[in-house]
């Protein structure tokens, strides 16, 4: 969904479970290299790899190299979108109302 | 604390089009969709006041996939407003004004939002995980 260059949604981004544990692993840790991380999840370095550009697309990990290895760490600043229940429905609808007005469109077509 | 969503959009449309995308289920089933899947979400909507009815779409971890609620006014076809509950109890009033030239504006007002939806157990979307949260925005 997301354009190139453009910031991932914070919601598509913490939709994922290996995402959200992803979060709260860095959480509790406050940095982490990948190679700790992968054994928390059943699926490869590659695989956790991708889950955590996705965070950083959303400006949720940051990362920074120290020696040979390249370290993450959480930035929980845009999770006060997801706790914002007027930010959540407002996109909800936002985004559904697009929906109603392709279809108000299609009618009158 | 409670909060109030407020909303307008304008719709090249007649208000009887736009009052029967509302209420029809057919058609709300065409544009209410779960904004994460995109999947749409059945529903068994009536414009009857008293009408208790849900819309669902696939449970996950962290949600139901259930959300339900109550007809409350039904004002053909200026206004509807129904309860919207999900954890959280809500309100929504949709408006319906003609404004000439084929344009109509919508007017949506979801109320009795909280604005800490993880303290008061809301469950809707992730605020089990929200808990967690929590305490990390609180740091």
Sequence with gaps: ?109 | MSLTLSMDFQFKTSIEKLWSALTDSDKLAKWVANIHTGEPMENNFKPVVGHRFQFRTTPTEYWSGIIEGEVLIVEEPTRLSYTWESGEKHTVIWTLEDLGNGMVNLHLEQTGLSSEPALNGARFGWSKWCGELQKLLEQ
């Excluded at chain 1, 992803?22 to 406050?30: K, P, R, Y």
């Design chain 1, 1 to 109: 969904m997301s354009e190139k260059g453009e910031r991932r949604d914070v919601f598509d981004a913490i939709a994922d479970p290996t995402r959200r544990r992803l979060i709260q692993l860095l959480a509790e840790a406050g940095e982490l290299p990948l190679h700790e991380l992968t054994p928390h999840f059943p699926m490869g370095r590659t695989a956790v790899s991708k889950h955590l550009a996705i965070l950083k697309e959303a400006g949720l990990v940051t990362d920074r190299k120290v020696g040979r290895e390249t370290r993450f760490r959480l930035n929980a600043a845009p999770l006060r979108e997801v706790q914002d229940w007027a930010a959540f429905y407002g996109k909800f609808w936002s985004t559904n109302i697009s929906h109603l007005d392709k279809m108000l469109r299609e009618e009158e077509e």
